[in-house]
């Protein structure tokens, strides 16, 4: 059953992630998220966080359906993430996650490493995908795609292989190092010692 989450950020127009939520065997709201999918004719299996931003028709007819989380240390995504890996969900497509504030789609991205110890996740944008890679991983993809990479510790040292413009032992002191690569061919690899890479590909 595919497990899809439903941030408040920008909803989806692209047709893949839209895609994902229409054929979504559960769909998991961050609170606010959850008028926005019943305002696109979509119905949440359930709405988790503070609920500060739930408006009360919608309490009142979910209420069956909400989680109140009110730790204050992480945001509603995470609990939301939280929740599934707790139910044995192994595996969940994260949408609306960016598209508004710039901070909070920084946030989000970045927090898929921290996700990634939890289930396996992809987050889906307008404008492509985004997974964690372990090292020595084979990433599919089709020729020409562009490719960006994002590594949250700067002293990690990556080499690719299958890239246009080859990382040799480099290391990504800033996000924008790797970003605007392009796949060669239908797989790429990038090897490192340890930790988590974030790899955004381009629809």
Not at 54 to 69: E, L, N
Not at 97 to 117: F, K, M, P, Q, V
Not at 119 to 138: A, R, W, Y
Not at 156 to 165: A, E, F, K, P, V
């Amino acid at each position: 059953m595919k497990t899809i989450i439903l941030a408040n950020g920008k909803y989806p127009v692209h047709e893949i992630p839209l895609r994902h939520l229409r054929e979504a065997g559960m769909i998991v709201c961050c609170d606010g998220a959850a008028e926005k999918l019943l305002a696109h004719g979509l119905k949440p299996d359930a709405i988790i966080g503070d609920l500060d931003s739930v408006p009360p028709s919608i309490r009142r007819k979910y209420h069956k359906i909400m989680v109140a989380d009110t730790d204050q240390e992480t945001n509603d995504l995470t609990k939301a993430v939280r929740w599934c890996a707790d139910r044995g969900i192994e595996e969940a497509v994260i949408v609306g996650a960016t598209g508004l504030r710039e901070d909070h789609t920084l946030g989000n991205i970045s927090l898929l490493a921290d996700y990634s110890h939890m289930l396996k996740v992809t987050m889906l944008t307008d404008t492509g995908s985004f997974i964690v890679v372990e090292p020595g991983k084979t990433i599919t993809s089709v020729p020409g795609q562009q490719v960006s990479i994002f590594s949250l510790d700067p002293a990690m040292t990556i080499t690719s292989s299958g890239l246009r413009y080859p990382l040799d032992n480099l290391k990504l002191r800033s996000w924008w190092r790797g970003t605007l690569n392009e796949a060669e061919g239908d797989r790429f690899s990038l090897d490192f010692e340890c930790g988590e890479v974030i790899v955004f590909q381009q629809y």
